[in-house]
Nanobody, 128 residues
Framework: QVQVAESGGGLVTVGDSLTLSCVVSSRSFSNVNLGWFRQAPGKEREFLVSTSRGGYKTTTADSVKGRFTVSRDDNKNTVYLKMNNLKPEDTAVYSC?????????????????????WGQGTQVTVSS
């Protein structure tokens, strides 16, 4: 059983930075592909960033490129989402999702349906 838990959300001001954490309880963290998504009220879920297993490759959505980065610490079974220069339109519930795979460590996934395990989400609110 894989459990996924996000943390680090909160209320910030425009221009602030925030780092979210996603802890994954898995005996095979080296096989964890992880993606970050967000969903704002009344909007569809949006892909943000993903990291391949082992962190050999990452991909970032154009909408947040240059502001959001993903990193992982395999010793802590944790993946981070660093968000800089936050804007009011970044207000959303942020979720991380996990896909266990032993395929190429250069394979990344950017569709929600590719992922099997999801966290509960953490709210990020950016006030102006």
């Amino acid at each position: 059983q894989v459990q996924v838990a996000e943390s680090g959300g909160g209320l910030v001001t425009v221009g602030d930075s925030l780092t979210l954490s996603c802890v994954v309880s898995s005996r095979s963290f080296s096989n964890v592909n992880l993606g970050w998504f967000r969903q704002a009220p009344g909007k569809e879920r949006e892909f943000l960033v993903s990291t391949s297993r082992g962190g050999y490759k990452t991909t970032t959505a154009d909408s947040v490129k240059g502001r959001f980065t993903v990193s992982r610490d395999d010793n802590k079974n944790t993946v981070y989402l660093k968000m800089n220069n936050l804007k009011p339109e970044d207000t959303a519930v942020y979720s991380c999702a996990v896909k266990l795979t032993s395929t190429s460590p250069l394979r990344v996934y950017n569709r929600a349906e590719d992922y099997t395990y999801w966290g509960q989400g953490t709210q990020v609110t950016v006030s102006s």
